[in-house]
Nanobody
């Protein structure tokens, strides 16, 4: 059973910073692409940032220059450093990963989500 567990969300003032973490656990043989998505109330879930196994990254235009995604393959963890946060960044943030697990092959997994609220 593969689990993705996020942490690091919370309440922050505009202009502040937060760092999200997402750790994968279980009988994992390999992890491919990892990503962070977010969903604001009344809106569809959208891609925020993605990082491939080789380290290539891509970002939503709205977060370029402010957010940085990174991964630690030894810890099966992906991070999202969020700087210069704006009220419009308020959402539930979900991590996502393509995982090759024992008995399951390659599957796409989601974390449970962590709330990020940017407000004064």
């Amino acid at each position: 059973q593969v689990q993705l567990v996020e942490s690091g969300g919370g309440l922050v003032q505009p202009g502040g910073s937060l760092r999200l973490s997402c750790a994968a656990s279980g009988s994992i043989f390999a992890i491919g692409d990892k990503g962070w998505y977010r969903q604001a109330p009344g809106k569809q879930r959208e891609l925020v940032a993605r990082v491939t196994l080789s380290g290539s990254t891509n970002y939503a235009d709205s977060v370029k220059g402010r957010f940085t995604i990174s991964r630690d393959n030894a810890k099966n963890t992906v991070y999202l450093q969020m700087n210069s946060l704006k009220p419009e960044d308020t959402a539930v943030y979900y991590c996502n990963a393509a995982v090759f697990a024992e008995g399951a092959g390659w599957r796409n997994y989601w974390g449970q989500g962590t709330q990020v609220t940017v407000s004064s």
